[in-house]
């Protein structure tokens, strides 16, 4: 019986190990508080089409580039004006929770930049490689709350390996796009999605509503986590709106489209959102102040 048994046993352990990778082992492990950590997408395919080392070289060298020209077109903000530093302050409390979504984070080199342009857009590459445009922060007339909506949103893509679901399916059609890469070529001077091989391809590719979904509740996750209050992400897509009304164009929903209920599905994940901000905050749900934003000054 033992002799039977034994190998069987054997074989049954061994198939549930190649089944269950050590990533999502980890991830079962952590306690569900906040929005539920699902296991990252996996698969034979992307690890071949676009393996994790790949996608982070071409993530650095994309970024590089792109910081480079921005650059020499006088387009980089430095490090001592006050919205950079605001950015990377807000970065550095977000930083230490991303690790609860996706382990490698820990090992990212984390980049904050600013880059002057009218355009309201924000971006992270694979690899922690964050950009935010100045036309999002003084168009929108951002509070730090606001930011941390938004940089939580973009995280969360990188995060969640939306960038990398993309370049999979990147490399295996040969599809390029897309109306961001444009946008950003416009904005260079350059063709990005030529030659200088699409600094666009791994940051300006369109999402899925399934991946913004998840990127607007996992960003605002991580924003409540640092201290920042997730109903500034209400705040946040309403001022999107109001501005969007008014005709202005809008480069981040052309990339992120949300679609109509993107607000009430914030709003319906706000029991779950506000305790971690609270708890961040060192006090209970009933006695946080209703969310001031700036919406009436603009
Ligand atoms: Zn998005």
């Avoid at 164009?249 to 706000?270: A, C, F, K, V, Y």
């Avoid at 905050?281 to 001031?292: E, F, H, I, N, Q």
């Amino acid at each position: 019986m033992n002799k039977i048994f034994k190998p069987v046993a054997l074989l049954a352990l061994c198939a549930a190990m190649q089944a269950a990778p050590a990533q999502e082992r980890r991830q079962d492990q952590v306690v569900q508080d906040g929005i539920a950590v699902k296991p990252l997408k996996g698969g034979w395919a992307r690890d071949i089409l676009a393996p994790e080392d790949q996608v982070n070289e071409q993530s650095a060298q994309q970024y590089m580039a792109l910081m480079n020209q921005a650059q020499q077109k006088g387009a980089l903000v430095p490090a001592s004006d006050p919205r950079v530093k605001r950015l990377r302050t807000i970065a550095q409390r977000i930083i230490p929770h991303t690790a609860r979504w996706n382990q490698e984070a820990q090992q990212w080199k984390w980049q904050v930049n600013l880059l002057q342009s009218d355009q309201v857009n924000a971006f992270c590459m694979p690899g922690g490689r964050v950009a935010f445009f100045t036309g999002i922060i003084d168009k929108l007339k951002l509070t730090d709350d606001e930011i941390a909506a938004v940089m939580g949103h973009e995280i969360a893509h990188a995060l969640r390996e939306h960038g990398r679901d993309r370049q999979t399916k990147s490399t295996a059609t040969g599809i390029a796009s897309s109306i961001g890469g444009a946008a950003l070529s416009a904005w260079l001077g350059v063709d990005v999605r030529g030659a200088a091989n699409a600094l666009g391809q791994l940051t300006v590719l369109k999402f899925s509503r399934d991946e913004e979904r998840e990127a607007d509740l996992v960003g605002l996750d991580i924003a409540a986590r640092a201290g920042y209050d997730p109903r500034a992400g209400v705040a946040l897509w309403n001022k999107m709106a109001s501005l969007n009304e008014r005709g202005a164009p809008i480069e981040l929903l052309s990339t992120h489209p949300g679609g109509s209920n993107r607000i009430e599905q914030i709003q319906d994940h706000m029991n779950v959102l506000l305790p971690l901000y609270a708890r961040a905050k060192g006090t209970s749900v009933d006695r946080l102040p209703a969310y001031r934003t700036n919406l009436a000054s603009q």
